[in-house]
């Protein structure tokens, strides 16, 4: 299953730029080569091979009635929160000719991002660069309810792909009516 998700992702991130290394599924892993923190590629490890990352991969699905039933602005804020389990890197193959101007830019748990969807959803990737424990949150905007997450929490343990799933459900009729405008009072002004 590794290796056709593997297959997928390399298709895609072919299409867009991204480098990524895979191997069969029997072979070891070989991971996502990706860049450190502050733009400097992950050093190699004592045994010449070069750090990987594991990448968190959210997709946000939108459902309602009419489609899209959010209106246009809305935007989604899903939250993903990494704790290290681990302090040792994740390792991988060599890089195989790809520079760091071209390899993704990793996170060292723990850390807290946000990941901001448009009313139509989407999928972003997060890159993380240790074993960690990461909880994926959202606070829906008004007019939509967290239908799921799908998981909440990912043990991350070896430079994979993490899929996660967020489901919203918007309709319409659940946007809260607006406000009335606050009465405006001007007092006199006094000139003499």
Do not use: H, W
Not at 67 to 87: L, M, S
Not at 137 to 152: F, K, N, R
Not at 153 to 158: A, D, G, K, Q, S
């Amino acid at each position: 299953m590794r290796g056709v998700i593997a297959s997928m992702l390399l298709i895609g991130a072919a299409t867009v730029g991204v480098a990524i290394s895979t191997g069969s599924a029997g072979a070891g892993v070989d991971g996502i080569q990706c860049e450190g923190e502050n733009g400097a590629e992950v050093s190699p490890a004592q045994d010449g091979r070069v750090r990987s990352c594991a990448q968190l991969e959210v997709t946000k699905i939108v459902t309602g009635t009419p489609a899209p039933a959010p209106p246009a602005g809305t935007t989604f804020a899903v939250v993903v929160d990494c704790i290290p389990t681990d302090e040792n890197g994740m390792n991988g193959g060599p890089p195989n000719g790809v520079d760091a101007q071209q390899l993704p830019q990793a996170q060292t748990p723990p850390f807290t991002t946000t990941l901001t969807f448009p009313a139509d959803g989407g999928t972003q990737s997060v890159f993380i660069d240790r074993q960690s424990e990461c909880t994926v949150s959202e606070t829906p905007p008004p007019g939509c309810t967290l239908s799921s997450i799908d998981p909440v929490t990912t043990e991350i343990e070896e430079p994979i792909l993490y899929p996660v799933t967020v489901t919203n459900n918007c309709d319409p009729g659940q946007a809260p009516e607006p406000a009335p405008a606050a009465a405006v009072v001007e007092q006199p002004r006094f000139t003499g």
